[in-house]
């Protein structure tokens, strides 16, 4: 079975990125949105079933 990417992934993935090319100020106000907000409702949905309705909620 295929290894399925999951929003938590990717947003980890971001804010490596982010912390490495960005000023901290910047890198510190994107890892609050994402610990605060992104990560605890879509860290474990996978990209192939995220939908308008999944994020509307």
């Not at 510190?28 to 995220?50: S, V």
């Amino acid at each position: 079975m295929a290894h399925r990417v999951t929003i938590g992934k990717l947003i980890q993935e971001f804010l490596e990125d982010a912390k490495l090319t960005k000023e901290a100020s910047t890198y510190r106000g994107y890892k609050k949105i994402c610990d605060g907000h992104l990560l605890p409702m879509f860290e474990k949905t996978e990209i192939l079933n995220l939908q308008p309705a999944v994020i509307r909620k």
